[in-house]
């Protein structure tokens, strides 16, 4: 079946500092991939839809400027979180979706903490 | 505006039947989703409804009404590892993404 991995699984930063996440499909070509973020026992709020090759749509209130996505071949797309705070923290999945397929595969998640 | 609806949580006993409802109202719609999520984990695919009618996978069945913007997810036979948190999702008809409703939390006891 198919297959999203995130990179890293689990990440510790401090406060200023910006950190990159991996998303990769792995044995898919993923058109189209979704960031989410989710906070302890809350669902899952989408951030931004990126299509390969174009700029990431971001939903409202999310700021593009802080939260960069670079979705730059159909089998790779990146989140950096730019200058972290501690309300920063939070539980960051993406999903990659397949053209043609109505499915959307989830990847393991991100934990990220800022100290 | 979006909105989606499931309750917080529920609790069901081992072995019995649970239905999870999820009301949704939606400025497009172009299916609906059921997922499942352990703590600390991704979620994973478990039904998708697109017509009205119920949809059966083994000891999972989902339902849908377009009409009254409901759906519900059926767990029969409950075993313990079916205690995670499920999610509802509506597809925007628009770029194909997901909206979440809040997540049902379900406790199965012994």
């Known amino acids: 079946g198919a297959v999203v991995s995130q990179h890293p699984s689990r990440v510790i930063c401090k406060s200023g500092t910006s950190v990159k996440i991996e998303c990769r499909s792995l044995?898919?070509?993923?058109?189209?991939m979704f960031w989410y973020r989710q906070f302890p026992k809350k669902s899952l709020m989408l951030m931004a839809t990126?299509?390969?090759?174009?700029?990431?749509?971001?939903e409202q209130g999310v700021e593009k400027d802080k939260f960069l996505i670079n979705h730059a071949s159909l089998t790779l797309s990146t989140l950096t979180v730019t200058s972290a705070h501690p309300e920063d923290s939070s539980f960051y999945i993406c999903?990659?979706?397949?053209?043609?397929?109505?499915?959307?595969?989830f990847g393991p998640g991100t934990r990220l903490t800022v100290t | 505006g979006q909105n989606i609806d499931q309750p917080t949580e529920m609790t069901a006993t081992e072995g019995a039947i649970v239905q999870i409802n999820c009301t949704y109202q939606?400025?497009?719609?172009?299916?609906l989703f059921w997922y499942q999520q352990h703590a600390g984990e991704a979620p994973t695919f478990l039904s998708y409804?697109?017509?009205?009618g119920l949809e059966e996978k083994g000891r999972f069945s989902s339902f849908l009404s377009r009409s009254k913007g409901y759906s519900y997810l059926l767990l029969k036979e409950l075993q313990m590892k079916d205690s995670a948190s499920y999610l509802c999702?509506?597809?925007?008809?628009?770029?194909?993404?997901?909206?979440f409703g809040q997540g049902t939390e379900l406790s199965v006891k012994p």
């Open positions: 999903s990659a979706r397949e053209i043609g397929v109505f499915e959307q595969y």
């Open positions: 044995d898919f070509q993923a058109t189209t």
């Open positions: 990126s299509n390969e090759g174009s700029k990431a749509t971001y």
């Open positions: 939606t400025s497009g719609f172009n299916g």
């Open positions: 409804n697109v017509l009205d």
């Open positions: 999702a509506v597809r925007d008809q628009q770029g194909g993404k997901l909206i």
